[in-house]
T-cell receptor, first 114, second 111 residues
Framework: DAGITQSPRHKVTETGTPVTLRCHQTENHRYMYWYRQDPGHGLRLIHYSYGVKDTDKGEVSDGYSVSRSKTEDFLLTLESATSSQTSVYFC?????????????FGPGTRLTVL | AQSVTQLDSHVSVSEGTPVLLRCNYSSSYSPSLFWYVQHPNKGLQLLLKYTSAATLVKGINGFEAEFKKSETSFHLTKPSAHMSDAAEYFCVVSVGDKIIFGKGTRLHILP
């Protein structure tokens, strides 16, 4: 298994509070991604990073920000959580686009916003 | 622009019978195509990938998929279903940094 961990694995929070999810990899892969998974929608890309301090938006980036200050860590922040952000969040990594972007996924974080 | 459509949201087959999960894609450039599997309460695992080599791709657990450019399809098949195949399956298209997931097909295996 690829060395990807996510923390926390479960979180319950209240509307309006800030939340930070962490993804940590030990593979030294260049690309890191944050997805959310909701029933009927599959996985939707929130943000991704193609290097330290290099990030870009995905299709559902509103209400989320990211940071990557080290190769191994990619943080996802909800500045002011809303109930619509209740979801399961997956982090993924890949070496580069040259191998077709084969991705390796973390175990997921289940976030509930009350 | 890229897109991917999984034609069935749910598929039910009896154990021991063939499995067919359908995926059509759209891409302006030569895409890479993937199938991932997600078992309940787990992360996603790569089943197989197509990256412009052989059009018939073999994956793990007896699954395979055929890239058909003329039909813009990448259907996933398995000759004989097993109870452990019950899961959700995602077809993915990738071009450069762009990665698009299908909405998923839930596979049910009937005893």
């Amino acid at each position: 298994d690829a060395g990807i961990t996510q923390s926390p694995r479960h979180k319950v929070t209240e509307t309006g509070t800030p939340v930070t999810l962490r993804c940590h990899q030990t593979e030294n892969h260049r690309y890191m991604y944050w997805y959310r998974q909701d029933p009927g929608h599959g996985l939707r890309l929130i943000h991704y990073s193609y290097g330290v301090k290099d990030t870009d938006k995905g299709e559902v980036s509103d209400g989320y920000s990211v940071s990557r200050s080290k190769t191994e860590d990619f943080l996802l922040t909800l500045e002011s959580a809303t109930s619509s952000q209740t979801s399961v969040y997956f982090c993924a990594i890949s070496r580069s686009g040259s191998d077709g972007n084969e991705q390796f996924f973390g175990p997921g974080t289940r976030l509930t916003v009350l | 622009a890229q897109s991917v459509t999984q034609l069935d949201s749910h598929v039910s087959v009896s154990e021991g019978t063939p499995v067919l999960l359908r995926c059509n894609y759209s891409s302006s450039y030569s895409p890479s195509l993937f199938w991932y599997v997600q078992h309940p309460n787990k992360g996603l695992q790569l089943l197989l990938k197509y990256t412009s080599a052989a059009t018939l791709v073999k994956g793990i657990n007896g699954f395979e998929a055929e890239f058909k450019k003329s039909e813009t399809s990448f259907h996933l098949t398995k000759p004989s279903a097993h109870m452990s195949d019950a899961a959700e399956y995602f077809c993915v298209v990738s071009v450069g940094d762009k990665i698009i997931f299908g909405k998923g097909t839930r596979l049910h295996i009937l005893p």
